[in-house]
């Protein structure tokens, strides 16, 4: 006897001889109507076998019932499995075990339940416990591309694959214990293809003693083949993963991780059972940054492909808290199930670094340029002009008017050695720490002024980062001079670095001595001008470099008497930006 039931109770299939036996089993009917047939059913529920495997809370079920037909009585063990867990279809399959029906015809209704396994679409089996075939139905022969006859009597363990016959024993001695299971045997068919074939078996009994099984028997050749190639494809993805010197970790759609790469362990600092089941956000992106990534992350969540086309320069974070920027490539993979994204990263700590630099000496070439082309150019001229002056006031014998022309002279090779030895040194790093930067300066000031008072408030900087300019020091050098030989015969200086944003940082410099000339203040930083006879040049070159940084500098107000204020501001940089 044969039922198709699905989630909801609704019979979708019912053998023939079951038909015959009750009039109400007919497609589209509810399965408690069948059960609510008063003197049929007298003991067991078929429907309490069936509902927990419709709602996935077991494999296979059994139930044993007994009917009562007019005068004949019959008992059934049923077995119950699922077809379809995705749609809840679940077979039953009811074997007679006691008594015997008379039909009108005379003949055991019995014989007629064998034949109705010929109308399975899946393959049906019973063999004795010494692993004998009973019974086979035309799908299993055909799964095994033998007929009937070369079947009955043969054991099992002749179609079977040497490497699985110890588990089709084990199996079997389960049946003996009365103990049903699902499995997976290789067979080999007439013309020696191998199929997998998925068995669902249950013990059978007469006169209450277990003496046989049956089973239903599923091909799923094609989807261990679907599946071994899934493990072959899994391992070489692996390998490549494995062997990548890019950091790889798969995620699940909660972000959670799933494969933690070795190069990501040495990326990261973090083990593979650190990593595992750990939300990847959580882990290795800084607290500030996790609302923004998860955004970006969200599409692919979704499932969206296109959410992780291009590569994003990432600041992420070690076990140990230090911090590099990194390029992190995403990829997603959907399935009817489940959603994995794939994150490949690198550290391209040193690429930015280099990359500044480069940009960084760039902008100071333009700018040596520059200078070149205007200052040092006009600058030649003069001393060329100065030269022809001087042989006329050396015939004239004025020698007043030639010690003011090497005074001019000497000024101007000042000048224009000053930007050659600022323009000579090499470039440093892409970024510096601008705590090191200031006590580096402080350190020169005071070796090379000794009576200078140098007051120094920088403790709000210690962990910013500024350009490593070769340049900016000498910024920071040529105001402090300036207030040494501007000052009083006692000058003091104050330089005080503070945060003004996260990506701002000020540098004051202040002195105590009688501050700038009003005649000039307007055009301070302009070429050439200054209060000194021995020209101009530091302000406006200190102004040029600070903007070919990204920064500024300026002078702030101050009431007459009280000293100059100089401000430099400067861009923050992040480690690897």
Same mark, same amino acid.
């Given at each position: 006897?044969m039922?198709?039931?699905?989630?909801?109770g609704?019979l979708?299939?019912?053998?023939?001889?079951?038909?015959?036996?009750i009039?109400? %089993?007919?497609?589209?009917? /509810?399965l408690?109507?069948?059960?609510?047939?008063?003197?049929?059913?007298?003991?067991?529920?078929?429907g309490e076998?069936?509902?927990?495997?419709?709602? @996935?809370?077991?494999?296979?079920?059994?139930?044993?019932?007994?009917?009562?037909?007019?005068?004949s009585?019959?008992?059934?063990?049923?077995?119950v499995?699922?077809?379809?867990?995705?749609? @809840?279809?679940v $077979?039953?399959? +009811?074997?007679p075990k006691?008594?015997?029906?008379? @039909?009108?015809?005379?003949?055991?209704?019995?014989?007629?339940f064998?034949k109705?396994m010929e109308?399975?679409?899946?393959?049906f089996?019973?063999?004795?416990?010494?692993?004998?075939?009973?019974?086979?139905?035309s799908?299993?022969?055909?799964?095994?591309?033998?007929?009937?006859e070369e079947l009955?009597?043969?054991?099992?363990?002749?179609f079977?694959?040497p490497?699985?016959?110890?588990?089709l024993?084990?199996? *079997?001695?389960?049946?003996?214990?009365?103990r049903? /299971?699902?499995?997976?045997?290789?067979?080999?068919?007439?013309? +020696?293809t191998?199929?997998?074939?998925?068995?669902h %078996?249950v013990p059978r009994?007469?006169d209450?003693?277990?003496?046989? &099984?049956?089973?239903?028997?599923?091909?799923? *050749?094609?989807?261990e083949?679907?599946?071994?190639e899934?493990?072959?494809?899994?391992m070489? !993805?692996?390998?490549? $993963?494995?062997?990548? /010197?890019? %950091?790889?970790?798969i995620v699940?759609?909660?972000l959670?991780?799933?494969f933690?790469?070795?190069a990501a362990?040495?990326l990261?600092?973090?083990?593979?059972d650190? &990593?595992?089941?750990?939300?990847?956000?959580?882990?290795?992106v800084?607290?500030?940054?996790r609302?923004?990534?998860?955004?970006?992350?969200?599409p692919?969540?979704r499932?969206?492909? $296109?959410? @992780?086309?291009?590569?994003?320069?990432?600041?992420l974070?070690?076990?140990?808290g230090?911090?590099f920027l990194?390029?992190?490539?995403? +990829?997603?993979?959907v399935?009817?199930?489940e959603?994995?994204?794939?994150?490949?990263?690198?550290?391209?700590?040193?690429?930015?670094?280099a990359?500044?630099?480069r940009?960084?000496?760039?902008?100071?070439l333009?700018?040596?340029?520059?200078?070149l082309r205007?200052?040092l150019?006009?600058?030649?001229a003069?001393?060329?002009?100065?030269?022809?002056l001087?042989?006329?006031?050396?015939a004239?014998?004025?020698?007043?008017?030639?010690e003011?022309?090497i005074?001019t002279?000497?000024t101007?090779?000042?000048?224009s050695?000053?930007v050659?030895?600022?323009?000579?040194?090499?470039s440093?790093?892409?970024?510096k720490?601008? !705590?090191?930067?200031?006590?580096?300066?402080?350190?020169w000031?005071?070796s090379?002024?000794p009576?200078?008072?140098?007051?120094v408030?920088?403790?709000?900087?210690?962990?910013?980062?500024?350009?490593?300019?070769?340049l900016?020091?000498m910024?920071l050098q040529n105001?402090?001079?300036?207030?040494?030989?501007h000052?009083?015969?006692?000058?003091?200086?104050?330089?005080?670095?503070r945060?003004?944003?996260?990506?701002?940082?000020?540098?004051d410099?202040?002195?105590?001595?009688?501050g700038?000339?009003? /005649?000039?203040?307007?055009?301070?930083f %302009?070429?050439?001008?200054?209060?000194?006879?021995s020209?101009?040049?530091?302000?406006?070159l200190?102004?040029?470099i600070?903007r070919?940084?990204?920064?500024? !500098?300026?002078l702030?107000?101050?009431?007459?008497?009280?000293?100059?204020h100089?401000?430099?501001?400067?861009?923050v940089?992040?480690?690897?930006?």
């Amino acid at each position: 006897m044969m039922l198709v039931v699905s989630r909801g109770g609704d019979l979708g299939f019912v053998s023939e001889p079951l038909a015959k036996l009750i009039r109400r %089993a007919r497609r589209g009917r /509810s399965l408690k109507t069948l059960e609510d047939i008063d003197g049929i059913w007298e003991s067991g529920s078929l429907g309490e076998a069936i509902r927990p495997i419709a709602d @996935g809370e077991s494999d296979v079920g059994h139930v044993q019932t007994t009917l009562h037909l007019g005068k004949s009585r019959l008992g059934l063990a049923w077995s119950v499995w699922a077809i379809d867990r995705e749609s @809840g279809l679940v $077979a039953a399959v +009811g074997v007679p075990k006691t008594g015997t029906i008379v @039909g009108p015809d005379g003949r055991p209704v019995y014989v007629d339940f064998l034949k109705e396994m010929e109308h399975l679409p899946i393959g049906f089996l019973i063999a004795d416990f010494e692993e004998h075939i009973l019974y086979a139905n035309s799908t299993f022969c055909k799964m095994v591309e033998r007929d009937l006859e070369e079947l009955i009597g043969r054991p099992l363990t002749e179609f079977v694959l040497p490497e699985d016959r110890t588990l089709l024993h084990e199996q *079997t001695a389960l049946r003996k214990k009365g103990r049903s /299971s699902t499995y997976t045997l290789r067979v080999r068919t007439r013309q +020696g293809t191998i199929r997998h074939l998925e068995i669902h %078996a249950v013990p059978r009994a007469t006169d209450e003693t277990l003496s046989f &099984a049956s089973a239903a028997v599923i091909d799923v *050749t094609d989807r261990e083949r679907v599946t071994a190639e899934l493990r072959r494809e899994r391992m070489r !993805l692996m390998a490549i $993963a494995i062997a990548s /010197s890019d %950091a790889i970790a798969i995620v699940d759609a909660s972000l959670r991780i799933q494969f933690w790469s070795s190069a990501a362990e040495r990326l990261f600092g973090y083990s593979v059972d650190d &990593a595992s089941g750990k939300s990847i956000v959580e882990l290795v992106v800084p607290t500030e940054s996790r609302g923004e990534i998860r955004r970006l992350l969200a599409p692919l969540i979704r499932g969206n492909q $296109a959410g @992780g086309k291009q590569p994003r320069e990432i600041e992420l974070m070690r076990k140990d808290g230090s911090r590099f920027l990194a390029e992190v490539s995403t +990829g997603v993979a959907v399935s009817d199930t489940e959603v994995s994204i794939v994150f490949v990263c690198r550290d391209v700590t040193e690429k930015k670094m280099a990359q500044l630099e480069r940009e960084q000496a760039h902008r100071e070439l333009k700018l040596y340029a520059s200078v070149l082309r205007h200052d040092l150019t006009n600058d030649i001229a003069l001393l060329l002009s100065n030269l022809d002056l001087g042989r006329q006031l050396i015939a004239r014998g004025d020698i007043a008017a030639i010690e003011e022309l090497i005074n001019t002279c000497d000024t101007v090779l000042e000048r224009s050695l000053e930007v050659i030895k600022a323009f000579g040194k090499p470039s440093e790093k892409g970024i510096k720490n601008l !705590l090191d930067l200031v006590c580096d300066v402080v350190r020169w000031a005071r070796s090379t002024y000794p009576g200078l008072v140098l007051r120094v408030n920088v403790s709000e900087v210690k962990d910013v980062m500024v350009a490593g300019s070769s340049l900016l020091p000498m910024v920071l050098q040529n105001l402090i001079r300036n207030s040494v030989m501007h000052g009083t015969s006692r000058p003091e200086v104050t330089v005080t670095a503070r945060l003004e944003s996260n990506d701002v940082v000020y540098i004051d410099v202040e002195d105590n001595g009688p501050g700038v000339d009003p /005649s000039i203040r307007d055009r301070l930083f %302009a070429r050439g001008v200054s209060t000194r006879s021995s020209g101009g040049f530091g302000l406006y070159l200190s102004r040029e470099i600070l903007r070919s940084l990204g920064g500024d !500098l300026e002078l702030i107000d101050t009431a007459p008497g009280e000293g100059a204020h100089f401000r430099i501001t400067l861009p923050v940089l992040r480690p690897g930006y």
